[in-house]
Every structure is written in C-alpha cells, then in structure tokens.
C-alpha cells in the first residue's frame, strides 16, 4: 500500500491550502481514511478522519469548523481543505489508513497500519 500526499506550502495566517493523498495498492474504497499532524518537538496528532463510503467524518476539536476531510472513490483520493490557518497550524501532515477494525473516531497513531509520506504546512504571522 502506498499513500502519496500532496499540497502542503507556506501561507499567511488565514489562508488556505488543499492537502490531496492518493491511494494505491489497496481497495482504496472500502478503507476509512485520516489525517494527522506532526509540529516539530511535539507527539503526532489526529487531525480528521472520514468513513469509506464518506457519510461519516470525524475531527479533533481545533480543527473543527476550519477543516473538512473529503474523498473521493473513483479518484483514490481524500482531501483535506484547510481553511483560516494559523500558525498553530504549521506541521508536516501526513495522510493516513487505519487497521480495518477501526470505527470513526479520534484514532491514535498505533491505530494507523499505513502512512504517506508528509507534506510540510507552515503558516505564517
């Protein structure tokens, strides 16, 4: 299985940025999928994760309301529109499929079977 993200940069506070991570090698469709985040000196967080089918989405508390995690099946593809960034935001995001046993929830990183590479966020001042 391989996730390759894309469509982390450096924006100005309150911009916005579109993270994509293709899926391959994998039934893509049938796997719930997530996004976290890594700041330097600090843990690896839950970001938002969203049920295979789509219906269900899931976000940690300070991204809610400014983030939305999407996909789309017939692309491989999930999304991650980050709106009104701010500098607390700044952080390589990394794309994410958990072990099939996993409901919709604020998962762990241990909860995480596959990882994409990361792409690197820095919101600015």
């Known amino acids: 299985v391989q996730l390759q993200a894309s469509g982390g940069g450096s924006v100005q506070a309150g911009g916005s940025l579109r993270l994509s991570c293709v899926a391959s090698g994998r039934t893509f469709s049938s796997s719930h999928m997530g996004w976290f985040r890594q700041a330097p000196g600090k843990e690896r967080e839950f970001v938002a994760a969203i049920s295979w089918r789509g219906g269900i989405t899931k976000y940690a508390d300070p991204m809610k309301g400014r983030f939305t995690i999407s996909r789309d099946n017939a692309k491989n593809t999930v999304y991650l529109q980050m709106n009104n960034l701010k500098p607390e935001d700044t952080a390589v995001y990394y794309c994410?499929?958990?072990?099939?046993?996993?409901?919709?929830?604020?998962?762990?990183?241990?909860?995480?079977?596959?990882w994409g590479q990361g792409t690197l966020v820095t919101v600015s001042s």
């Open positions: 994410a499929a958990p072990y099939a046993d996993n409901r919709i929830t604020s998962w762990r990183p241990t909860a995480v079977e596959y």
